[in-house]
């Protein structure tokens, strides 16, 4: 069975990046479609119908649409990979994957966005220097699952590294150090060999480039 | 089994009904947030975030919906939580809604009352909650429940979290779809359990010197 894969995306976007790497990391035949968000596609009549929560990453699977990042990371290995270790079957490492993925998508990543929305949604010119702490603290949380395992949930790659990678490489295109962050740092440079890392950076080093155009200086003052 | 909960927590509840309607035997530590219980150095130790609910299994395990996934994943439950792909990633499209598009509204409208002592919802989360529950409203147009016609951790999680809802403003304005879900979610095991945790919610505004408007 081979349906027609459809990613509606933005290179902007870290979620719609992860969904990205995991379709080239899985070798699978997909289209993308672009959804320009600071130009507020997203309200397009076509695209409040596909997912009327206007928001990107979407999933077309035939005739199965499916919203949300993570729960596309996850439906791509149940239904294109079943039983990979990308995703593990057995519950609690199952589990991990899942309590990192929501980590990311509670804590990382809006810490991430409330450096990035004033900016290209709100149109500010301006970022508050307290936005940076927490994302470090975000960091140090991946150093702290490093400690425990290779990769962030297992000794093995699975959806909870693609889903943290674009944000990593984003907050290290904004100018954090990661190399105070020794197994992150060495986490990344493992990372940068999967299909897909050049449009990733691509994508991060264009959102950290707009964002200091916008504030016509550095993200912040490290 | 531990569950280390606070029933004023939205996600503390839905872990708790998942283990009700799985009827699985948990012992219950309660953490009262407002006296810092979940800042002390042995609460740090299980979970560095503070954040509740903590499940130890043997192992812990902290984020509710990653907690509800695993009961529902090592009970093998099919209706909670369908094995099949598609079904299986609306349950989870459902769930990862509510942590970053509804929970997240609700908790930032009440925290500042609760922690800082602020008294009104600012018009942006307003905003965003009645954008997020029409969204909810929208998709219950064709379904009984959130994944479908039958009830699943989806409908569970959202439960919690809507009660928080209807419990600050007072209702569910003129939504009418959710009102109806919400009275057949009585189904459930633990939903009268989850309605009694979110008590402390309508207590706290009765006791309050300012009113929140109700929901359009």
Known sequence: MSSKLVLYYLSGSMPSRACML?????????????VNIPNNEQFNED???????????????????????????AYLVNSRSPGSNLYP???KQRGIVDQRLYYDATVFLPNMLAVIRPIVVEKKTEISPTLQKPIEESLEMIERYLNEYEYVAASHLTIADISMLPSVTTAREFGFNLTKYPRLNKWHHKLETLPGFDENLYGSKTNAAYLRKMVNGPIFNF | MKLYHTPGSPP????????????????IHEIDLRKGENRTADFLKINPLGQIPVLDDGFILTESRAIMTYLANSRKNEKLYPSDPRKRAIVDSRLYFDATGLFVHIFAALSPMFFKGTTEVTPEVREKLKNALKYLEGILEKQKFFAGDEA??????????????????GGLGNFSNLKAWFERCNILPGYDENLVGAQMIKEFFEKATFKIAPLE
């Open chain 2, 12 to 27: 503390s509840r839905s872990v708790l009904m998942t283990l009700r309607c799985l009827e699985i035997d948990v012992e």
């Open chain 1, 22 to 34: 995991l379709a080239r990391l899985l070798n699978l035949n997909f289209e993308i479609k672009q």
């Open chain 2, 152 to 169: 699943t951790l989806a409908d569970i999680s959202i439960l919690s979290t809507v009660v928080q809802i209807k419990n600050t403003f």
């Open chain 1, 89 to 91: 079957t057995d519950p």
């Open chain 1, 47 to 73: 695209f409040v119908k596909l997912n009327p929560a206007k928001k990107i990453p979407v999933l077309v699977d035939g005739d199965y649409v499916l919203s949300e990042s993570r729960a596309i990371l």
